[in-house]
């Protein structure tokens, strides 16, 4: 059974930080391309970051330079670093590989 588990996250205040992680099952995990989207209430499930199994990313333009996608193969495990969060961010995010998908983890931005 393939299984990917999100965790980290929560509720921050705006211009604070998250990190999320996944935690993958290890015959899947390598080497495919790995990726974070997210859903906000009412819109359809976005892209945020993908990785490549040589660790080249991409971002959508919404959170360029404010989040880090990263993977640790040995460990399993895909990561987002989430820096100046802003309201807008607020969403579910999931994790994924090929046609896999987490059960998601939910990120709130609020004062």
């Known amino acids: 059974q393939v299984q990917l588990v999100e965790s980290g996250g929560g509720l921050v205040q705006p211009g604070g930080s998250l990190r999320l992680s996944c935690a993958v099952s290890?015959?899947?995990?390598?080497?495919?391309?790995m990726g974070w989207y997210r859903q906000a209430p009412g819109k359809q499930r976005e892209l945020v970051a993908t990785?490549?199994?040589?660790?080249?990313?991409n971002y959508a333009d919404s959170v360029k330079d404010r989040f880090t996608i990263s993977r640790d193969n040995s460990e399993n495990t895909l990561y987002l670093q989430m820096n100046s969060l802003k309201s807008e961010d607020t969403a579910t995010y999931y994790c994924?590989?090929?046609?896999?998908w987490g059960q998601g983890t939910q990120v709130t931005v609020s004062s």
């Open positions: 994924n590989t090929g046609s896999c």
């Open positions: 990785i490549t199994n040589y660790g080249d990313a």
């Open positions: 290890r015959r899947i995990f390598s080497p495919y391309t």
